[in-house]
């Protein structure tokens, strides 16, 4: 059994149960408490991404790590189109990752990443992947645990006996659109950092469960992650 699909149905379940209890209208906020925390981060993240390049040196270890997993030489000769593609193939990434960096290795990319071979592409490319979801994590976290702190103050929570099974009820499916949206920012985040060997384990399993995979192609944050990835 898919440890994966045990783990998102108990999560899935433990938020309907969230659901059923707090009730139609705080799961209502909270949902798009999450909306508006996708969106700001989405303004936001570049910024941190910037911020956390130019004044910490977690790019460089992270790039430094990248050379070291892959073995990426730091000097390489000059190689065909055909090699640069089965050396991008031979990475332990999933798919849609190695599909990417194969699609943009060109010498205009290698001009914008400030490289001159398919290795340092690799590298500078991978690490800019990375921190931009790191970015990207981490802004959401700050806006999410604002944005719960201004929910938990909202006692919108009916207690009136006639709208009382209403408000369970539209808390149960509200709990499910919730977890639901979490799976998918997981999904996405674990895309994102799939050069790290946790991750790439996700990914694997996500493959194996057709449920998971369907629920993966379906994902809305993956043009996100489409954009997230255009812009390096």
């Known amino acids: 059994m898919n440890l994966l699909v045990l783990g998102i149905a108990a999560f899935m379940l433990l938020f309907m149960l969230r659901g059923y209890r707090i009730g139609l209208f705080k799961s209502a906020a909270g949902a798009i408490g999450i909306v508006l925390a996708v969106f700001l981060t989405a303004l936001l993240y570049p910024g941190v991404n910037k911020l956390l390049c130019e004044q910490t040196a977690l790019d460089e270890t992270i790039k430094n790590n990248i ?3 892959f073995e990426l030489p730091q000097e390489t000769e000059e190689i065909t189109r055909n090699q640069e593609i089965e050396l991008i193939d031979k990475l332990d990434l999933p798919t849609g990752v190695r599909d990417w960096l194969i699609e943009n290795c060109n010498g205009e990319q290698y001009l914008e990443t400030g490289v001159n071979n398919v290795c340092g592409y690799i590298a500078e490319t991978l690490t ?3 921190m931009r ?3 990207y994590v981490l802004t959401f976290f700050i806006l999410s645990l604002c944005i719960h702190i201004l929910i ?12 009382k ?14 977890a639901l949206l979490f799976v998918w920012i997981f999904m ?19 493959d194996e469960s057709s449920l998971l995979a369907w629920i993966y192609k379906k994902d809305i944050f993956l043009k996100i992650i489409v954009d997230i990835l255009e812009k390096i």
Not at 165 to 178: D, E, H, R, T
């Open 152 to 163: 938990t103050v909202l006692d919108v929570a009916s207690y009136i006996p006639i709208v």
């Open 128 to 130: 800019a992947m990375v």
């Open 133 to 135: 979801g790191i970015s």
């Open 165 to 178: 099974g209403i408000n369970k009820a539209g808390g149960i499916l509200f709990g499910a659109g919730q």
């Open 188 to 206: 996405g985040i674990v895309t994102l950092l799939s050069t790290f060997n946790w991750a790439l384990q996700v990914m694997k399993m996500i």
């Open 67 to 69: 050379i070291k997993k």
